[in-house]
């Protein structure tokens, strides 16, 4: 069955930084892996969805990055904001059909 | 832009009361999704309807019932509300597929409804 796993569960980091989240599944046949942003009160939001046959995808200060063979994925922030501060979610769509979710890093970008 | 609403932002309700929540989206498609979210556990799936009158069971649908009557409202019902049901839920909706993979295009998310069974 597969299992998606995101660590950290939070993270706090200065304002400026670089940062990276990340995301394991353990099941390697998934058709995409797309990552979510969840602002309290507002739902989720799609970020960036890579499918199988993709290595990345890019938008903005975002790049997620999808290794299949090692059953990885790296949401890439450039240049954190305040703003940025929200709860990350990854999903992948594995060979059921199914979406199945991580239970996600909490953000924060300290000012 | 694509928008989904979900009738309550917060609801508080009694252990057996009978409970609808419900989920309009404005853009046509065909994929609607009920989700429960639990701090630690993630999103799971409870129901979802591909078409007009069509429902299939997700992961967790015990205790729990759908309705999809128009296109573009799809209603969760807790036929008899338990504590065990206090929880975020999510829904969802997204265009469909010729090729029935229902997470294959991008889901497009409501507000959420806290839900406290008390």
């Known amino acids: 069955k597969q299992e998606v796993t995101q660590i950290p569960a939070a993270l706090s980091v200065p304002e400026g930084e670089n940062l990276v989240l990340n995301c394991s599944f353990t099941d390697s046949a998934i058709y995409n892996l797309q990552w979510f942003r969840q602002d309290p009160g507002k739902g989720l939001t799609s970020l960036l969805l890579i499918q199988s046959s993709q290595r990345e995808q890019t938008s903005g200060r975002l790049n997620a990055s999808l290794d299949k063979s090692s059953g990885r994925s790296t949401l890439y922030i450039a240049a954190s904001q305040p703003g940025d501060s929200a709860t990350y979610l990854c999903?992948?769509?594995?060979?059921?059909?199914?979406?199945?979710w991580g239970a996600g890093t909490k953000l924060i970008i300290k000012p | 832009d694509v928008k989904v609403t979900q009738s309550s932002r917060y609801l508080v309700k009694r252990t057996g009361e009978k409970v609808f929540l419900e989920c309009v989206q404005d853009?046509?498609?065909?994929?609607m999704f009920w989700y429960r979210q639990d701090p630690g556990l993630g999103l799971r799936l409870i129901y979802f309807s591909y078409d007009v009158k069509m429902k299939e069971k997700g992961d967790i649908p015990e205790g729990y019932s759908v309705s999809r009557e128009k296109k573009e409202r799809f209603s969760l019902i807790l036929e008899s509300a338990s504590t065990n049901q206090t929880s975020m839920y999510l829904c969802?909706?997204?265009?469909?597929?010729?090729?029935?993979?229902?997470?294959?295009?991008?889901?497009?998310f409501g507000p959420g409804t806290r839900l406290t069974v008390l």
């Open positions: 853009m046509d498609h065909e994929n």
């Open positions: 969802a909706s997204s265009l469909g597929t010729s090729g029935g993979a229902l997470g294959y295009n991008e889901q497009f």
């Open positions: 999903a992948v769509l594995d060979s059921n059909y199914q979406l199945i």
